[in-house]
């Protein structure tokens, strides 16, 4: 238990190291942008009330109904027609598709007009029924597949009441949603639909999309929706799927409401296959997403429906970026800035809560309709993040393709095998996939360049090495690490307790002290007090920065000169704290620069003691320069650092940085400049303390124990370097 609580502290403390280095900037703004367009739509939702007609003006109107059928069963379509009887409408006209004589003969029984046609999709059979209707006041289109419920037909007429509406749609609700899984998702996504978006939209008129299951329009509203129905074409090519988004679009440009009757309801079928949903699901994506493209020259004008579309498409693309940034940091290995090593059931199960709970809160009025959902919601939250969202990309990649796809008798891309059409019409069909498919190619390319841009321009953490006060007397900095310098053998626990009250990140540098060896500790001989260390660190639950053995391929320290010794000395110490489940530390390896070698003996003097990647989470080179070595400026020491980035392939501390100040100006404006070219240099820690040469009186290391609040021009310079 206490282990369980030892780890919930870690995690909660890595969760605030990345919120202040700014990895999860993203998301945050994702999730704010979410809350706020649910908010929205949930304000809009509230105020909507369904029409009512106490003057009995549309208790006379006259009805045709037109019901587009190409195969269905004939049980289905009996419990169709005999509901549409029931609500007795002016005039039945049954369109057979290119269907079978038993479905118009099953027409016939119930006293329609059946016309039947050769098979030209639903927006022939619209067009078809319609140019034979009667001259009615009122058209309603009718799936083949929805069932009205008795007093139906009156309600969704009321709305009519109103001379500004030009089109109704009721509610609509899956038959027998409890059948199976694929029926249950069905009926969860309209709910969730009509009880808040089509509310959302009905009260200012503009539904974007009034569902082609049942549709009421005026039929001065109808006549020339219908002409641009059947007369749609892209580059040439006639478009066969998405007639509702089309009749509805119509509608908004010509200045007619669209609106929303919740008390009329019908019932309709789903697919029963998850195969078949998902397809449908494309396909209505696909007329959607094209739609709103085309609607580009007049939608604004409609900022409501506008908002719908654009936000669906927004949406869609924001959690690509979101992945996207995911696979990035866990790619570049950035675990020492970008993803703390949050122990991988706490992740999982953070991550799960509070995504379950976003979405969960959202889902309240479901659950409250039916809470036999709320068990159910991590499979649905799965399905509309890892089904929905790469269904709407591949349907931005394919929105002129013109297959219905759910339908076993008919190709998906007939388009590709139908010979009848002209052979130029066919090459502009596929011209049109290539130009889509091309352009979502890009826009997705665009996107993850720019979260790869993003994450590659992250906040540079600065660092001050110095006491408590020489960290808060640089606060004008924001620095978020303080170092400090703790003798192998001494204890973090004070170090680490100043730490948290500085609200800092830890740094440690563990110094090499006479009389303990390397090889004493790689042979085990410290592993106790090694042990005790570790636990104060997972103890204290922070990020905790531990640089070993700085400037080891130097010549200064006790443990310089064996390489062997001090990569298993290296590998030892890493160990215990891994074991000991001290996961909040990150391991920075710290050579120095030895700006006197060439390139050649640098490469000899350091690459010996790489203890190998899985024990180093940065590498963290010193780059003090003292007035002696004057020589080798900014540009120079750079140069060495690029080679060590290359080389090691980890992210870059200047682990100790700090200069001669009668060079600080051109120093720090050089390092300014170099920073912005290096973002894989990842930290800046700036030392208050006096450097060992200063400290020990020796020749020629200048003046090194000047502090930044007696220089403000320096003090800014340094601010830049955080990017």
Request: aromatic share 8%; net charge positive; hydrophobic share 45%.
């Given at each position: 238990m206490l282990d369980w609580a030892h780890s919930v502290y870690s995690g909660i403390f890595a969760i605030r190291h990345l919120v202040q280095q700014g990895a999860v900037s993203l998301f945050l703004v994702f999730l704010a942008y979410v809350w706020a367009l649910w908010s929205l739509k949930a304000s809009m939702a509230s105020m909507y009330q369904p029409y009512t007609d106490p003057d009995g003006l549309t208790k006379d109107l006259t009805t045709s109904v037109i019901v587009p059928v190409y195969d269905e069963p004939e049980e289905t379509f009996r419990a169709v027609l005999t509901a549409v009887r029931r609500n007795?409408?002016?005039?039945?006209?049954?369109?057979?598709?290119?269907?079978?004589?038993?479905?118009?003969?099953?027409?016939?029984?119930?006293?329609?007009?059946?016309?039947?046609?050769?098979?030209?999709?639903?927006?022939?059979?619209?067009a078809a029924g319609f140019a034979v209707a009667a001259n009615t006041d009122i058209v309603v289109v009718l799936d083949s597949d929805t069932v009205w419920s008795d007093g139906m037909l009156p309600e969704l007429l009321k709305p009519f009441a109103d001379p500004r509406v030009g089109g109704v749609t009721p509610t609509q609700r899956i038959m027998s949603p409890d059948l199976n899984p694929v029926r249950r998702l069905a009926d969860w996504i309209e709910d969730l639909r009509y009880s808040l978006t089509v509310r959302a939209q009905s009260i200012f008129g503009q539904v974007g999309c009034l569902p082609g299951r049942t549709i009421a329009y005026r039929r001065s509203a109808f006549e020339d929706a219908v002409q641009a129905l059947t007369g749609q074409k892209v580059l040439g090519v006639p478009m066969k799927i998405g007639d509702d988004r089309v009749l509805?679009?119509?509608?908004?440009?010509?200045?007619?409401?669209?609106?929303?009757?919740?008390?009329?309801?019908?019932l309709t079928e789903a697919p029963d296959t998850w195969v078949r949903f998902w397809r449908q699901q494309l396909r209505w994506a696909r007329s959607s997403q094209r739609e709103t493209v085309l609607s580009l020259g007049w939608i604004l004008r409609k900022p409501v429906a506008a908002l719908v579309f654009f936000s669906d498409i927004v949406t869609t693309l924001m959690l690509f970026a979101l992945v996207n940034l995911i696979i990035t940091h866990v790619v570049q290995h950035d675990g020492d800035r970008y993803m703390p090593d949050i122990p991988v059931l706490l992740a999982v199960?953070?991550?799960?809560?509070?995504?379950?709970?976003?979405?969960?809160?959202?889902?309240?009025?479901?659950?409250?309709r039916k809470p036999s959902d709320i068990p159910r919601l991590p499979m649905f939250v799965a399905q509309m993040m890892f089904v929905m969202v790469p269904t709407k990309i591949a349907a931005m990649a394919t929105m002129f393709h013109n297959g219905w796809g759910t339908r076993a008798s008919e190709d998906i891309y007939p388009e590709m095998f139908d010979t009848t059409p002209v052979p130029a019409v066919r090459v502009r069909q596929i011209a049109l996939n290539a130009i889509s498919l091309s352009l979502t190619i890009c826009l997705l390319m665009a996107i993850a360049f720019a979260v790869n841009a993003t994450a590659a321009t992250q906040p540079r953490q600065l660092g001050i090495?110095?006491?408590?006060?020489?960290?808060?007397?640089?606060?004008?900095?924001?620095p978020s690490i303080r170092g400090d310098y703790v003798p192998f053998g001494g204890d973090f626990a004070e170090s680490l307790v100043l730490d948290q009250h500085l609200?800092?990140?830890?740094?440690?540098?563990?110094?090499?002290?006479?009389?303990?060896?390397?090889?004493?500790?790689a042979a085990g001989d410290e592993d106790a007090y090694l042990r005790r260390e570790a636990d104060a660190v997972r103890t204290?639950?922070?990020?905790?920065?531990?640089?070993?053995?700085?400037?080891?391929?130097g010549n200064w320290f006790s443990w310089s000169g064996d390489p062997k010794a001090f990569v298993a000395a290296w590998r030892e110490v890493w160990t215990v704290f891994h074991d000991a489940g001290a996961t909040n530390v990150?391991?920075?390896?710290?050579?120095?620069?030895?700006?006197?070698?060439?390139?050649?003996?640098?490469?000899?003097a350091t690459t010996p003691y790489w203890p190998g990647s899985k024990y180093v989470n940065a590498v963290g080179p010193t780059m003090v320069e003292f007035a002696a070595e004057s020589n080798c400026e900014v540009a120079c020491r750079m140069s060495r650092i690029d080679w060590i980035h290359k080389t090691y392939?980890?992210?870059?501390?200047?682990?100790?940085?700090?200069?001669?100040?009668?060079e600080a100006k051109p120093w720090l404006t050089s390092l300014d400049a170099a920073l912005v070219r290096r973002p894989w240099i990842t930290a800046v820690a700036w030392s208050e303390t006096p450097s060992r040469g200063e400290a020990l009186g020796q020749a020629g290391t200048g003046e090194m124990d000047w502090q930044l609040p007696g220089y403000p021009r320096l003090e800014s310079l340094l601010a830049k370097a955080q990017g």
């Open positions: 007795n409408p002016t005039e039945v006209i049954v369109a057979v598709d290119g269907g079978s004589a038993s479905i118009a003969t099953v027409a016939a029984e119930y006293g329609a007009h059946v016309l039947r046609i050769a098979k030209t999709g639903k927006r022939g059979a619209i509805t679009g119509e509608l908004l440009r010509a200045g007619w409401r669209t609106v929303y009757q919740s008390t009329a309801l019908v199960s953070l991550t799960l809560i509070g995504l379950l709970a976003s979405v969960g809160l959202r889902q309240i009025g479901h659950f409250r090495i110095g006491t408590s006060a020489q960290f808060a007397s640089a606060k004008s900095l924001h609200n800092a990140t830890a740094y440690i540098t563990w110094t090499a002290v006479p009389g303990i060896t390397l090889a004493q500790i204290y639950g922070g990020m905790v920065y531990i640089r070993l053995a700085q400037e080891f391929n990150r391991w920075v390896w710290g050579p120095d620069l030895l700006t006197n070698d060439n390139a050649k003996q640098y490469a000899a392939g980890k992210p870059v501390w200047l682990a100790e940085t700090k200069v001669d100040l009668a």
